[in-house]
């Protein structure tokens, strides 16, 4: 096998065998860890409160009329007539909001200007016209040998 092709094949597996890009994003963030900076989200937890319960003592003399009884979200009516006692209640729904705030870690987005972009291809154009100028001395150099050896 010839030398040269031998190189080229070695050189594109190389190219070919790179990592993960998550491997590639933790060893740029070890490199730079300038490029992260804090975050804070917010995290909302909502909590239902569905009953309340109170307790009273009311003589049952006081009870000619009907009585309210009112502790936060709680009403209760208690009306008496002589042989029964009514009691109704309601009790009002509650909601409780708690607010969280996490920090968290976020990646800088930086967009490259032009030049930049440009800068970060040449390597890849440069192993490019390397492997092409390989290929093409190659063929260069087989069809010499192929037309001294044909008469």
């Not at 009953?51 to 003592?57: E, K, P, S």
């Not at 009403?75 to 007539?81: G, K, N, V």
């Not at 968290?104 to 040449?122: F, S, W, Y």
Request: with cysteine; aromatic share 2%; net charge positive.
């Amino acid at each position: 096998m010839n030398p040269t092709l031998k190189i080229l094949i070695i050189a594109v597996l190389a190219l070919a065998s790179s990592c993960s890009p998550s491997a590639r994003l933790t060893r740029l963030l070890s490199r730079h860890p300038e490029l992260t900076m804090p975050d804070t989200l917010t995290i909302r937890d909502t909590i239902t409160v569905p009953t309340v319960v109170a307790d009273t003592l009311i003589p049952t003399m006081a009870l000619k009329d009907t009585v309210w009884l009112r502790s936060g979200r709680l009403e209760i009516a208690l009306q008496a007539t002589p042989k029964t006692l009514y009691v109704k209640g309601k009790c009002k729904a509650d909601t409780i909001v708690r607010t969280h705030r996490v920090i968290t870690e976020k990646i800088k987005v930086i967009k490259p200007n032009r030049t930049d972009a440009l800068i970060a291809k040449i390597p890849w154009l440069v192993v490019g016209l390397i492997t092409i100028a390989a290929i093409t001395w190659s063929v260069i150099s087989r069809l010499k040998v192929s037309k001294t050896i044909l008469p």
